[in-house]
Structures are given as structure tokens and as C-alpha cells.
């Protein structure tokens, strides 16, 4: 959204709404993203001393950062 959004002047205003709205409720707009419950998941599984959670969330933070993402062994 925020990429269209600063490609599109159209969108604009929905993302500047959109923005507001989450701050107001005390989120980040992006804390819905499936890659979060991903990340959350690893931590405890790390905190488990499980040796692919740390890949786990080097990935999910790549996706969320649309960069190029490592695959899981």
C-alpha cells in the first residue's frame, strides 16, 4: 500500500487515512502482515534453542522488507 501510494497520487489520501488510523490505535499499519506470526513463532522457538529459527526470522524480515529472501534449508 505505502508503494502505491507514493507512486500513485490517487492513493495518497486512503494511505494517509489508512496511516492515521493505525497510529491512533497504536499499531504500525504493517503489523498485520503474515510474516509477523512467522517472526513471533521464531522467537520462541530461538529462545528453544532451535538451531533454523534464527533463519526463520532473517527471512521474514527480508520479505518484509520486499528483499530477495533465503530459502529455508
Excluded at 497520487?9 to 494517509?16: D, E, L
Excluded at 503489523?31 to 530461538?46: F, G, L, V
Aim: no cysteine.
Amino acid at each position: 500500500m505505502r508503494d502505491e501510494a507514493i507512486r500513485g497520487p490517487a492513493y495518497r489520501v486512503i494511505f494517509a487515512h489508512a496511516l492515521t488510523v493505525a497510529h491512533m490505535e497504536g499499531h504500525l499499519i504493517s503489523d498485520d502482515h503474515p510474516a509477523w506470526d512467522a517472526i513471533y513463532t521464531a522467537i520462541s522457538a530461538a529462545r528453544e534453542a532451535d538451531p533454523g529459527a534464527l533463519d526463520t526470522i532473517e527471512r521474514e524480515i527480508a520479505r518484509l522488507h520486499d528483499r530477495p529472501v533465503k530459502p529455508s534449508s
